[in-house]
């Protein structure tokens, strides 16, 4: 099931009429634990107010004082409404607590899968297409205007920043990545000429780099079958992997299987297809 | 109308430092005042969670989060834009916690997310300047 397509149980921790307040000790340590174990969490008080419900599920979680519904239905309808007491329950006991409803409700279960995917910065992307064509996992597509979008998140290969490295632009950012501008940070005009920073993908259709990765490959089985030392060619490879890592931080698996320019020429032509059935149809 | 406060805990990965998440979630903790938290805003936007467009909506909101552009667009792909004059992201990445905490409970609402294709000040970005490496990247 795509990541898409699940729902997501909401939590409540309820504080007002009917139930006593927490002290600040339990109240950080609930939430942190909750947190920690990938539940969002709306903290009601008598100042300030929260977000509205949407349509996912809820869990109201309170020290109550007296009887409480164990379900219950939003007054809009369709929401199911639970309730949980969470009088002096551990974070452990709480988080168990809380897993149960999720389960029962057939919840988003958390932590399963590392949000890492791109996110596509649209003040500045210029809708090149560069990215669709160069990604190896199939995580671009195209809206019905023709506009590149993000439609597979969790095909994106974890720690993997290549598609930004395509992007001549800056325009393509993973939030959780260790330096600017490809963690979200401001793009500056060195950044923009640093050369390193952009792949140009016309040369590596012109294959200055799959021809160095080929010929390292030649040399690297010529030896092995020579010489039969299959650690000097794991040696050789893996240095050659290592200076292409260190190049654009890419991960090594990645690098071993780009595409080669055909598949790249292939693949922009199916995206073109693509485009061309979808705007067919309005 | 007062702003809102979401908490982002950036749960997956180990990019905000711990010990400046901890110290604004307990402040928050500590305060009295109502706020949303979530583990992760990256995770709710791939998921097209709900829960950011009811949070995009309606009052002002104070962003204890990443970058603002990160944030401006993790929201923007969950369909659920947040309205340039009315959200102040706190950069938990590269401010301290006590300039988060001071910022989310100002009453001030100050709007920072980027708009158009703007660029680093020049002063940071003389500071970013590295040594120029004209042509193809070479490996050999």
Known sequence: MSVKTETALRLVLYEGEGALPLSEESRFAALQS??????????????GAVAPADRTALLVMGQFQDAFPVEAEGANGGVPI???????????????????????LNAAKHGEWKPWFPVIDYDRCTNCMQCLSFCLFGVYGVDFEQRIQVQNNDNCKTNCPACSRVCPEAAIMFPKYKAGP?????????????????????????????????????????RFSKE??????????????????????????????????????????????????????? | MAAKILFCNCSYAQVVPKETKTAVLKKLCASGVAFETVADLCEM????????????????LKIAACFPRAVKWLFSAAHAPLP???????????????????????PELRPNLPSGKSLAPAAEEAAAEMPQNNGAPSIS
């Open chain 2, 84 to 106: 340039l004059d009315g959200a102040e992201v706190c950069n938990m990445r590269v401010e301290k916690a006590e300039d988060v905490i001071k910022a989310l409970f100002d």
């Open chain 1, 82 to 104: 639970r309730f949980q007491d969470i009088t002096g329950l551990s974070p452990e006991q709480l988080i168990a607590a809380v897993e149960e409803v999720r389960a029962g």
């Open chain 1, 34 to 47: 909750l947190l920690e174990n990938g539940y969002s969490i709306s903290c009601t008080s008598q100042r």
């Open chain 1, 182 to 222: 490809i963690n979200g940070d401001a793009v500056s005009e060195a950044d923009l000429r640093r050369e390193k920073m952009k792949i140009d993908i016309s040369a590596l259709l012109g294959g200055d780099v799959y021809q160095v990765l080929r010929d390292r490959s030649a040399k690297a089985k010529s």
């Open chain 2, 45 to 60: 936007s791939a998921r097209n969670d709900p829960a950011l467009e009811r949070l995009s909506q309606g009052a002002p």
């Open chain 1, 228 to 282: 039969r030392d299959s650690d000097k060619a794991l040696n050789e490879r893996q240095k050659c992997l290592t200076k292409l890592v260190e190049m654009g931080d890419i991960p090594p698996e990645v690098l071993m299987s780009l595409p080669s320019p055909e598949e790249i020429q292939r693949r922009a032509q199916e995206a073109a297809a693509r485009v061309q059935a979808i705007t067919s149809k309005y």
